[in-house]
């Protein structure tokens, strides 16, 4: 069976002088199709021809596995059938600015870290003839679109938007970071209330392999009795004072990120998650399961990660499309539009911008309701590299 349709590359295409490239990269977040739409309506305003990479990065290289490798973004249906009987890929965005997932990404792409397919990709570039570029995803597609940059010559206008639940570049707030913490914290708080009706203790598992923001704001927001980040590494005499304080509790909820002791859980347990490696560190030291009160170690879920956005990150994603357009206008380059409250908005140069895996000092006395002052001054003394920040 052959395709009815040859569907052409955007380089057979008439010559444009605004073909803005979309490169969807790295894990799932609410709000990848919100911002395809808000770059799509933007962009078609102000003149643009708008592609997506169907695949993200590996959609460039020689190693793309679906075709056609690039889709026309338009708005309306009556345009993407014009578009469909003239042979052109076509995807009609107009109303699908609250669907969850995206139709234009893939998992993170490990061939992106030779330079070989970074050279690719930027040779790719040329030859469709796109004049613009413009990232969408976590800190590693941020990472993967400047590696590409520097192997680009010359470097199209490029623009990087910020989607992803761990939140984890300073200085914005990520597309997806508060969907992400309401569906989060919807599942922590029914365990919680399981816990207090049978008397239980959970350990729930939750995003986070470096940056501790999900969990952190999941069990603020659940009124989790205990919450431990992706970077801490207890000695026995805390964990002790844990499985004592947990003993002593009629219930209990703990929030454990997913990036807990990683690297220890490889070497001396593989294949074990994050809960149910705490689980096992406390019943080590002290904290028993029975009949009468069970230790419930819930493995980590991907659900949150398909959820539909809410609107609050629906409209910062019209936002950001409209000053990173702007930006373009005015001539910049290489820059995040970012939105951290509504009178704290703008864009910031890419050399601006860094990865922030810490959480704001001022959680600190949050992270625990059961009353443990050990475990309180070892995080304080050991997780602090800054006055403000752990």
């Known amino acids: ?10 380089g057979a295409m008439p010559p444009s002088e605004k073909r803005l ?15 395809a739409v808000a770059l799509t309506e933007e962009g078609t305003r102000r003149g643009y021809e708008v592609w997506a990479a169907t695949e993200g990065f590996r959609s460039l290289t020689p190693d793309a596995t679906a075709e056609p490798r690039f889709e026309r973004l338009i708005v309306s249906r009556r345009e993407r059938y014009a578009l469909l009987a003239k042979g052109i890929p076509a995807r009609s965005m107009g109303r699908r ?49 400047k590696a590409m940059l520097g192997a680009s010559d010359p470097r199209p206008p490029t623009g990087f938007i910020n989607v992803s639940i761990d939140n984890d570049l300073a200085g ?21 209330e399981d816990a207090y009706t049978h008397k239980r203790i959970y350990i729930l598992e939750m995003m986070g392999n470096r940056s501790g923001r999900h969990a952190l704001h999941c069990g603020v927001a659940a009124r989790a009795n205990l919450i431990v980040l992706p970077f801490f ?13 947990l003993a002593r509790a009629d219930y209990a909820l703990v929030v454990v990120a997913e990036g807990y002791e990683r690297e220890r859980r490889q070497r001396v347990a593989p294949g074990t998650s994050a809960s149910e490696f705490l689980r096992r560190q406390l019943e080590a030291a002290g904290l028993t399961d029975s009949p009468m009160k069970r230790i419930i170690a819930e493995p980590f879920s991907r659900y949150i990660r398909g959820v539909r956005p809410g609107f609050i990150d629906v409209s910062a994603a019209y936002l950001k499309a409209s000053l990173l357009f702007d930006a373009f206008d005015a001539g910049e380059t290489e820059v995040m539009p970012f939105v951290l409250a509504s009178n704290d908005v703008g864009v910031r140069s890419f050399d601006r911008v860094t990865r922030e895996d ?33």
């Open 1 to 10: 069976m052959t395709n009815v349709v040859e569907f052409g590359t955007p």
């Open 21 to 35: 490239l979309l490169v969807f990269d790295g894990g799932n977040a609410p709000g990848y199709a919100s911002i």
């Open 97 to 145: 600015v609250l669907d969850a997932g995206s139709d234009f990404r893939s998992e993170r792409y490990l061939g992106f870290f030779e330079q070989d397919r970074r050279s690719a990709a930027a040779q790719t570039m040329r030859a469709q003839g796109f004049t613009h570029l413009v990232g969408v995803g976590g800190n590693g597609t941020f990472e993967g679109l």
């Open 172 to 192: 914005d707030r990520a597309i997806g970071f508060l969907s992400g913490i309401e569906a989060g914290a919807t599942i922590a708080r029914g365990l919680y």
């Open 233 to 245: 590494q207890f000695p026995q005499e805390v964990l002790e004072e844990i499985a004592q304080g």
């Open 358 to 390: 810490r959480v704001e000092r001022a959680f600190l006395p949050l992270l625990d309701r059961i009353g443990l002052p050990g475990f309180t001054r070892w995080v304080r003394d050991h997780c602090t590299s800054e006055r403000t920040s752990l």
